[in-house]
């Protein structure tokens, strides 16, 4: 399993989009972003230049809100400061991975299920075109979509799994756990380490990471910022 230069998780938007997720990125110079109905992440170079931060300006456009996944710096001039949120970053042990027979591969058709999933838990930023930048595992009762995780950013040597969620009415039965390993199965049979975000208030989920085996590797910030 690829462990690779892991100073790129600590900028891990710009490292997907100059990277594996070069090819969704929307470009202005060394400026890059996910399409809006994607994700709401922006990617600059770990030292920003002015000029960067102008490309970024432009790019976003007055008035857009992005979100950067990095450890707190500056922002200047030309974009308003609107929310920090605490964030850490866990990279998963070697014995994590295992398929399960009951996940299932979740695909466009799913979406407005995976929407609705997404609305009644709050995992994080999931929208009509997410599905897009990765492989998604659902478990289903009764046809009724009640649990799923994916992958989202695709880094160099790491996979982030992305939008752990389960409905409210079955929440404490393993289920997220079971889809971590499932997602994670798939990450490293493609010869990636799998990693994953969550809130630095989430404790909650720090328990389950902890108890799965994580490794905390870095504790950043989701700074959203507006283009003026």
Known sequence: MCRGDDRVLTNP???????????????????????????????????????DWADAGVLLGPGTTAALMRPEF????????????????FVAPADLPA???EAVLLGPD???EMLALVALTDPGPFR?????LGTYLGIRREGE?????????????HTEISAVCTHPSYQGQGLATRLIRAVAAHITAAGRTPMLHTGGSNTNAIRLYNSLGFTLTNRMKVTLVQAL
Request: zero cysteines; a negative charge; aromatic letters at 6%.
């Open 13 to 51: 938007v710009y490292a997907a989009l100059t990277g594996p997720h070069a090819g969704v990125a929307e470009v202005r110079g060394n400026a890059r972003r996910y399409p809006p109905a994607a994700a709401p992440f922006l990617g600059l170079p770990d030292d920003p230049t002015p000029q």
């Open 74 to 89: 500056p922002i200047p001039d030309g974009f308003k400061l609107d929310l920090h949120i605490d964030l850490v970053q």
């Open 99 to 101: 398929e399960d027979p």
């Open 110 to 112: 799913d979406v407005p």
């Open 128 to 132: 009509t075109r997410t599905i897009e």
């Open 145 to 157: 979509l009640i649990a799923m995780a994916g992958t989202r950013f695709a880094l160099p040597d």
